[in-house]
Structures are given as structure tokens and as C-alpha cells.
Nanobody
Framework: QVQLVESGGGSVQAGGSLRLSCAASAYATSNYCMGWFRQVPGNELEGVTTISRYGTTMYADSVKGRFTISKDNAKGTLYLQLDSLKPEDTAMYYC???????????????????WGQGTQVTVST
């Protein structure tokens, strides 16, 4: 079982930045595929980004060049740096873990069995 706890969400104006954190475990961040997903009420879950055990990253086209995923294995923490935020980035953001060393090419929530409770990001104009 992997416990994931997100933090760092909040309200910002368009163009601003936030950094989300996901407290996991050193074993999880060192050995698993980790990812961030987001969801707006009434919409489907959207894959944002993933990072493999080896540090290989993938991003959704909608966030490329604006968001950065990273991890600190010693701290067992996953991060998501959100820059140049847009109102359409408003969503609940979830951290997820997949107990395999690599991530699949498609950002698909069904590949991840472990999830955090989410942290809300709201971007205003």
C-alpha cells in the first residue's frame, strides 16, 4: 500500500506560479512511476505528467513548457511546478503511483492503483 498526500494548492492569478508537493515514501519515489493528474467536476480525469524511476518524464501537450515534474527520492516527495498558469488549469490535482519502474506512453489514470486525496488549484483572470 502506498500513501500519498498532496499539498501546495491554492488560488493564483493568471500568469502566476504554484508548486505542488506529494508526500509519498522514499521507496515509492525511488522505484515507481509517479504522476500528476487533474480533474474538473463533470469532466474526465486528465493526465498531466509522469516521471519514471529513472527520471524519464512525459507531459500532456496542454502543459508542456509550463509545468515541471520532479522528485526528491531522499525525502520521498514528488513535486509539480506550475508556471504561467491559465484559467483552464483550474482543477483538482491528484498525485498517483504505479508500482512499476517505467511509465506507459499514454497518460492514463487506470494504470495507477494508488492515489492521493487531491489539492485544488484555482486560476483567476
Amino acid at each position: 500500500q502506498v500513501q500519498l498526500v498532496e499539498s501546495g494548492g491554492g488560488s493564483v492569478q493568471a500568469g502566476g506560479s504554484l508548486r505542488l508537493s506529494c508526500a509519498a515514501s522514499a521507496y515509492a519515489t525511488s522505484n515507481y512511476c509517479m504522476g500528476w493528474f487533474r480533474q474538473v467536476p463533470g469532466n474526465e480525469l486528465e493526465g498531466v505528467t509522469t516521471i519514471s524511476r529513472y527520471g524519464t518524464t512525459m507531459y500532456a501537450d496542454s502543459v508542456k513548457g509550463r509545468f515541471t515534474i520532479s522528485k526528491d527520492n531522499a525525502k520521498g516527495t514528488l513535486y509539480l511546478q506550475l508556471d504561467s498558469l491559465k484559467p483552464e488549469d483550474t482543477a483538482m490535482y491528484y498525485c498517483a503511483a504505479r508500482p512499476w519502474d517505467t511509465c506507459v506512453v499514454v497518460l492514463r489514470g487506470s494504470d495507477f492503483p494508488y492515489w492521493g486525496q487531491g489539492t485544488q488549484v484555482t486560476v483567476s483572470t
